[in-house]
Structure formats: C-alpha cells, structure tokens
C-alpha cells in the first residue's frame, strides 16, 4: 500500500508542477506571481520532479518551438515525426540538451519572458543530484515493497517528468478527438482527463493556448484549472486578464 501510495503521489505532485510551473506559467505566462512565489514553487517543481527536473526555461522553449511548429518535421516532439514513443522521447531530449546548451538555433526566436534560476537548475542537472534522488527513490523501495512487481514503478519515478510528457506529445496528437481545425493532428485524447491534469486536451490547448482552461465543452474538465482559481483566489498567483472573448466562454 505504502508504494502505491508514493507512487500516486508523486505522480500528481509532479505532473502538477510540470502543468502548472512549467506549463502554464513559463511557457504561457498565462498568469503572474511574486518574486518570492516564483522561487518557492521552483524548489517545488525540483522537489516533485526530483530526478527527472526539467529547467523551466528550456521546457518554455520546447513548447514555444511545439506550438509553433506542430506536427511539422521541425516539431521537436510530434509522434508523426518519430517511429515510436522512445524514438520521440530521444529527440525530445536531445532538443532539450540543445535548449540547456544553448546551442539549439532554433530555440533562439522563442528566448526570453520565462523565469530562471541559474544555481537551482544547474545543481539539479548535476549526476549527483539526480543519483540522489534515484537513491532516495530506491531505498523508499527497498524498505516498503511487499511484491516483486511493485519494482517496476520504480523506473518511472526516474523518469517521471519525461513519462508525462511522452504520454501527452504521443497521445495527445494521435488519439481522441478534435474540436478545432488546427492544422495540425492535435487530439484531445480523454473525455475527462484526470490522468494528465488537462494535459491531455491537446487541441483544444493548440487552438488557445492562452486559455488558462484546457477544457472548452461544458463536459471537458480540466482539473488542474480548479487549483489554479483557488490559487489566485488566495492571491499567490494572479490570473491575467483574457486576450480574446474565445478565451472567455467556455
């Protein structure tokens, strides 16, 4: 139970840091917060991502290059580009090594308004930092499993981040439905999407990718958009206004 129970866990803690943090505010902008919030959600975002952190800056520039180029040969992770789902998670990481490198000429036209915390991203890149956590992560194991089978999870927890976002790009423009001619082969893959935090309405995201709401249908529920109200309600972050009435009516 103990293990289940981590794994759940860290699986919604960390797909709502890379929806939320990542996501939404990094490569979107779609709302503000303080200087002091910005970095206590960065230690957030590396604490549930752990071994599998992604740099917010180099996330912002891969989705910028996705939406700009979707489904295109220079989509940096289109499933139509890639014979399978490890092909396209390989590309993915090397454009993301180009982003962190600073060598990816493509990335260039997308540089800028992301935020940036040089000495928590680089000391999370480290090996050491994430041998830590794939440690960390194994000793957890080690003293809860009950059953052999329960070690299989144990590989997504490395590579949890990687795993979300694999599941979103590949499903996301393959499977499901489309509410929107984007040009694109963007799909909305559930009729609820719990799994994914409303990662998983693709099209509906490609079509306003500044609607802070994934879900556009009065049935498509976005889940993670309930928190994000609840956020600004509090005043932690600050929802900006909508820059096309489309993005207003669900």
């Not at 103990?2 to 996501?23: E, K």
């Not at 490609?206 to 928190?227: A, C, Q």
């Amino acid at each position: 139970m103990a293990i289940l129970l981590f794994f759940v866990g860290h699986w919604y803690l960390s797909l709502f840091t890379q929806t939320f943090f990542q996501h939404r505010y990094a490569a979107h902008r779609m709302f503000t917060m303080s200087p002091l919030a910005e970095r206590l959600f960065f230690i957030l975002t590396y604490v549930a991502q752990g071994s599998s952190f992604m740099s917010p800056r180099a996330y912002a520039l891969l989705h910028r290059m996705h939406h700009a180029y979707s489904d295109t040969p220079n989509d940096p992770h289109s499933p139509h580009n890639s014979a399978n789902a490890f092909a396209m998670m390989w590309k993915t990481r090397n454009t993301y090594q180009e982003c962190i490198q600073g060598t990816s000429v493509a990335a260039q036209r997308f540089e800028g308004d992301y935020p940036e915390w040089p000495v928590l991203e680089d000391f999370a890149h480290r090996w050491y930092s994430r041998l830590a956590w794939g440690t960390a992560y194994m000793l957890f194991y080690i003293n809860f499993a009950t059953a052999w089978w329960q070690y299989l999870l144990l590989p997504i927890h490395l590579m949890m981040g990687a795993v979300h976002g694999a599941i979103v790009n590949w499903a996301g423009h393959k499977y499901g439905y489309q509410n929107f001619d984007n040009h694109d082969k963007s799909r909305n893959s559930l009729f609820f999407d719990f799994l994914t935090g409303g990662e998983l309405f693709q099209n509906n995201h490609h079509k306003l990718p500044s609607r802070v709401n994934f879900g556009v249908k009065k049935w498509e529920f976005d889940p993670s958009y309930p928190v994000i109200v609840a956020l600004d309600k509090l005043g932690i972050i600050q929802l900006k206004a909508p820059r096309h009435l489309s993005e207003v009516v669900a």
